[in-house]
Nanobody, 118 residues
Framework: QLVESGGGLVQPGGSLRLSCVASGFNFRITDMSWVRQAPGKGPEWVSLIYQGGTMTWYADSVKGRFTTSRDNVKNTLYLQMNALRPEDTAVYYC?????????????WGQGTQVTVSP
């Protein structure tokens, strides 16, 4: 099970930190991703972090602004989002995932809404 939190309404240029608590599987040996889906659009892969937490990848649209990390003791995945833009508005999902592509929907959590607006 994956449970996201930390979403909300933020002004352009602001920051948010998303969290995702994992249970029911061996989190510390599982590569994890963040995926987002904007209204009326298909899902977009955002980031990938390997099980050890030392290797990360980002979509070009968020590179330099978003940082993913993990705490394998707390079974928690994070996404620090800075310099937010209106186009970052979406539902954000954490997911099991070992590639730089959108994982199957069955691997996602329930999502948390992020809205970037003045």
């Amino acid at each position: 099970q994956l449970v996201e939190s930390g979403g909300g309404l933020v002004q352009p240029g602001g920051s948010l930190r998303l969290s995702c608590v994992a249970s029911g599987f061996n989190f510390r040996i599982t590569d994890m991703s963040w995926v987002r889906q904007a209204p009326g659009k298909g899902p977009e892969w955002v980031s990938l972090i390997y099980q050890g937490g030392t290797m990360t990848w980002y979509a070009d649209s968020v590179k330099g602004r978003f940082t993913t990390s993990r705490d394998n003791v707390k079974n928690t995945l994070y996404l620090q989002m800075n310099a937010l833009r209106p186009e970052d508005t979406a539902v954000y999902y954490c997911s099991l995932g070992a590639s730089r592509h959108v994982p199957p929907r069955d691997y996602w959590g329930q999502g948390t809404q992020v809205t970037v607006s003045p």
